[in-house]
């Protein structure tokens, strides 16, 4: 499986992104995603995840009732819609997949996107 991650950017504190993340490949297996971030100097963090039916949500405390992640299996993406963003959610934010149920480790996903960065201005 390839993931791309996109839709990072520059955005002011309170303002909103999408991030998607487009997979191919071996996609018609059942595939749980995740999106982690790592922010300068500090480990990567687990953010959110999705099953593969998509009921299966969880997500970081840090991030919720602010982000949601969604999955649109037609087009193999998977989205995380940032709302409220704040500058501590400035990292660069990785997608991941994995084959089974979704995990918040990230060291249980084999897959990985390369990255796209959200800065949030102050």
């Known amino acids: 499986v390839q993931l791309q991650a996109s839709g990072g950017g520059l955005v002011q504190a309170g303002g909103s992104l999408r991030l998607s993340c487009a997979a191919s490949?071996?996609?018609?297996?059942?595939?749980?995603m995740g999106w982690f971030r790592r922010a300068p100097g500090k480990e990567r963090e687990f953010v959110a995840a999705i099953s593969w039916s998509g009921v299966g949500i969880y997500n970081a405390d840090s991030v919720k009732g602010r982000f949601t992640i969604s999955r649109d299996m037609g087009k193999n993406t998977v989205y995380l819609q940032m709302n409220s963003l704040k500058p501590e959610d400035t990292a660069v934010y990785f997608c991941a997949a994995r084959m089974g149920v979704a995990y918040r480790d990230p060291d249980n996903y084999g897959y990985w996107g390369q990255g796209t960065l959200v800065t949030v201005s102050s």
């Open positions: 490949g071996r996609t018609s297996s059942n595939y749980a």
